[in-house]
């Protein structure tokens, strides 16, 4: 009988660690949590197998400290699909688990759920207790006529019998009660000709492994297409998978849901919600009819999986930007491939990769090209050109005379600006000192109404000085415009209007539904806000959108700058008229002859994707070629590129695989580390994860103890 268990543990080596089982050693079964001593500390860990043998001696062996027995194994499912990311992302096995886990079933301490409902099992339904269990038999009649809450049971002094019911297997205590059979609404809007064809083109499909892209204008009716496609899978018993991009979507989207299947197990899972909370929504995920989550979610539990969608596919927010930098979509069509489930993928701008995928026929293409409301046409987008219009605080006049225009017609506007604080920098007119991070090649953000100067990137905050550090003068002026000084510019020009402002300091998670509420009911005119704004929401009495600043993204030296900001713009645009009144967009630019524009204005993303698709071709870029980023970070640029050179000449001669040079990050010092990078690019996949097979494992062997790294593959961000 095997008497050793080979752990995986979150550590950043890519190996499996082997301990003896506790007396007496019974096999566990794979994905067993596990508390485990390691080095001077204690960890937890999961069991990948058990085996009779081991390479390290028996007196070095240690044994396990205890088996987690008040959380669930990590199923086999989701073994597999960590296995998968393990071999794809080159990350180690034991740091993708951990990364898959909420932090409190990870951690060591006891967790208990809060399991408010009593339920019935299948063997109670026909339980017979004893004549003389007069409580009993009571008890069990009344929950055949639905569960009931602990505090109803207490009350009426029935917990002792509960007790013994859950103890013969009879009742079972749950976090949420059973789906009711509910009656479905009778109303539902009537679906467009486009999306009657969608659904006739992916029904037949549903029961197999199939990607399909959504390509559908802003408005068109992406979240009515889900919610049938959810209804075809809660009547073949099978559960959904919902991602989107941010958690400010989740009250919106979650409320479509509860509407359209009372009843049902609806479940949110995101990094917004408590540690508490999010473990017992993981551990709900099981019984759940619809899981509607970010990108964490693609690692939940779902048994009964049917169906995975992808909510604004293209947004680079699905892509983690550290620790195990993995893509939540390619995550989702992997795990739908290995479950056999489709994966619908939905977008207005769909990402280049995706929609290179659909034109060579490896996904099935759906387009809705007109709006689901019967009213409601595609906004009319203007340009205001900066080159011959003068600016007051940002605004130039055709943008005041919009916003007054609107404010009287008693429609709501958005004003989008990517840029939140009061502004980007403070400056010094007497000796051009601009507020530098003391840690970060990045300058310290103004933010006004909080009297501090705040760096983005590593979250360094001090007061606003009193005078100038550098010379003196206490004459300092903000740099530029951020979100709070729109706010502050607009109640001066229209003092009016009740203005909202719409950003990472203003909003928390559980406040969009307030939000969202208010501004259906009127009770706000202008919204002022960043990208939180851009995706996904939908007010129908807003019929103006305002777009300050872009301009940066149109010759950024990032090879996808001008993709992103095309999808951005559209975005932001498709905010604007979505129900029976014209919608107008107004964007301020200084190069109104840009391409980009011509294609907006027209709303051809796919004019606009097929011609950076050939430019990208012509380069040699993706999607026409995959790349890997290896990340280096050191006390000094020095030791971060002298890393990579010994990296770069470790990689073996290949024709298919370009070396670049190692540079320093375009961001090349964050929180007192300079960072520098590695490009590698090939046209084959399979190529280069060959040279990353054999390379890999020889980075530590070269790296000083001072320099950290980090392989970043499909990266989006440089």
């Not at 396990?64 to 998968?84: N, T």
């Not at 602990?150 to 917990?159: D, F, W």
């Not at 969608?198 to 559908?216: I, N, Q, Y």
């Amino acid at each position: 009988m095997p008497s050793i268990a080979r752990v995986a543990l979150d550590t950043p080596l890519s190996r499996l660690f082997d301990y003896r089982l506790l007396a007496p050693a019974h096999p566990l079964p794979a994905g067993t949590l596990v508390e485990v001593p390691f080095g001077r500390t204690r960890q937890v860990g999961v069991v990948l197998e058990c085996v009779d043998d081991s390479p390290v001696a028996a007196g070095k062996l240690k044994s396990l400290l205890r088996v987690l027995d008040d959380r669930p194994p990590v199923s086999p499912e989701i073994l597999k699909l960590a296995r998968f990311c393990a071999d794809y992302y080159h990350h180690p096995l034991g740091a993708i688990l951990a990364a898959a886990l909420p932090p409190r079933l990870r951690a060591a301490t006891p967790f208990q759920a809060d399991t408010p409902w009593l339920v019935l099992t299948a063997d109670g339904q026909s339980a017979e207790p004893s004549a003389r269990a007069r409580g009993q038999r009571a008890l069990l009649d009344a929950l055949k006529a639905g569960p009931l809450a602990r505090e109803v049971l207490r009350a009426n002094q029935q917990m002792r019998h509960a007790a013994t019911l859950v103890g013969t297997g009879w009742a079972t205590w749950s976090r949420t009660p059973p789906a009711q059979d509910a009656p479905l609404p009778t109303s539902r809007p009537t679906l467009t000709p486009d999306q009657l064809a969608t659904l006739d083109a992916m029904r037949p499909a549903l029961d197999r492994f199939g990607v399909h892209l959504v390509h559908g204008v802003t408005g068109s009716g992406k979240t009515e297409l889900y919610l049938n496609l959810i209804a075809d899978r809660l009547a073949a018993g099978r559960q959904t998978l919902v991602l989107i991009p941010e958690i400010a979507l989740t009250p919106q989207l979650e409320g479509h849901f509860r509407a359209r299947f009372p009843g049902r197990r609806i479940v949110a899972l995101h990094s917004g919600l408590g540690e508490k909370e999010r473990a017992e929504n993981w551990l709900a995920a099981p019984d759940c009819d619809v899981l509607l989550g970010t990108r964490l979610a693609v690692f939940a539990p779902l048994p009964r999986l049917g169906l995975i969608a992808v909510d604004e596919e293209h947004d680079g927010s699905f892509k983690q930007q550290d620790g195990l930098r993995y893509s939540a979509r390619d995550v989702a069509i992997a795990r739908g491939k290995q479950t056999k489930v489709p994966v619908v993928l939905g977008s207005a701008t769909p990402s280049l990769e995706s929609y290179a995928q659909a034109l060579a026929g490896r996904y099935q293409l759906h387009t809705l090209t007109t709006r689901a409301h019967p009213e409601a046409r595609l906004p009319d987008i203007e340009l205001a050109d900066l080159r011959h219009l003068p600016q007051d605080n940002g605004l130039t006049r055709p943008a005041v005379q919009a916003l007054t225009d609107a404010l009287a017609r008693g429609e709501q506007s958005l004003v989008f600006l990517n840029r939140r604080g009061y502004a980007p920098a403070l400056y010094c007119p007497s000796c051009a000192w601009v507020s530098p991070c003391p840690h970060c090649s990045a300058r310290l953000v103004l933010h006004r109404r909080a009297c501090r100067l705040r760096c983005h990137h590593c979250g360094f905050d001090t007061a606003i000085p009193h005078a100038c550090p550098s010379c003196g003068n206490p004459d300092l002026k903000p740099l530029g415009q951020g979100t709070q000084r729109l706010e502050e510019t607009l109640g001066a020009l229209l003092p009016q209007a009740r203005i909202r402002r719409i950003d990472r300091d203003t909003m928390q998670p559980r406040a969009w539904a307030a939000l969202g509420e208010a501004v259906r009911a009127r009770e706000v005119d202008i919204l002022v806000g960043t990208q939180m704004l851009a995706k996904g929401h939908d007010f129908p009495d807003m019929t103006l959108a305002l777009i300050l600043d872009t301009d940066g993204a149109l010759y950024s030296p990032d090879f996808r700058a001008t993709e992103r900001l095309f999808a951005q713009l559209m975005q932001v645009a498709g905010r604007a008229g979505r129900a029976d009144k014209p919608g107008r967009v107004l964007i301020q630019t200084a190069f109104p002859d840009h391409p980009l524009f011509r294609y907006l204005q027209r709303h051809d993303y796919p004019g606009h994707a097929r011609a950076l698709l050939a430019e990208r071709r012509q380069l040699d870029l993706p999607p026409h070629t995959r790349q890997v980023l290896l990340r280096a970070e050191a006390p000094s640029m020095d030791a971060a590129l002298a890393f990579l050179r010994r990296a770069a000449a470790l990689l073996p001669a290949h024709p298919a695989l370009s070396i670049y040079a190692p540079t320093p990050a375009p961001m090349a010092r964050v929180a007192n580390l300079e960072r520098a990078q590695l490009l590698l690019q090939s046209p084959s996949r399979p190529a280069l994860h060959a040279c990353l097979y054999d390379w890999t494992p020889q980075l530590d062997g070269i790296r000083p103890r001072v320099t950290r790294w980090s392989l970043d593959i499909d990266p989006l961000a440089f």
